[in-house]
């Protein structure tokens, strides 16, 4: 059975950083894109960043900067560090793994960045 179960969600004042991290079924992990997206209150739930098997990274525009994924295959382990944080990136954070048609969801961890 897959499992992706994130964690590193919390209350963060604006500016401040956080990581996140998603710990994946060893059967997957070293084959499947991961990523991370996130849904804030009353909107989609949209992409923030993925990682390829082989390392390559896609970040969504209102991240590139400020947000970094990368992944330990040695782990079975994909992180999101999200630093100088605004209010607009207070959202439930999603773990993704996707290999073509096939998409493992985690559970969702909550970032919430108010002072």
């Known amino acids: 059975q897959v499992q992706l179960v994130e964690s590193g969600g919390g209350l963060v004042q604006p500016g401040g950083s956080l990581t996140l991290s998603c710990a994946a079924s060893?059967?997957?992990?070293?084959?499947?894109?991961m990523g991370w997206y996130r849904q804030a209150v009353g909107k989609r739930r949209e992409l923030v960043a993925t990682i390829t098997s082989g390392g390559g990274t896609n970040y969504e525009g209102a991240v590139t900067g400020r947000f970094t994924i990368s992944r330990d295959n040695a782990k079975n382990t994909v992180y999101l560090q999200m630093n100088s944080l605004k209010s607009e990136d207070t959202a439930v954070y999603y773990c993704?793994?996707?290999?073509?048609?096939?998409?493992?969801w985690g559970q969702g961890t909550q970032v919430t960045v108010s002072s």
């Open positions: 993704l793994a996707s290999l073509g048609t096939v998409d493992y």
């Open positions: 060893p059967a997957i992990f070293n084959s499947y894109t």
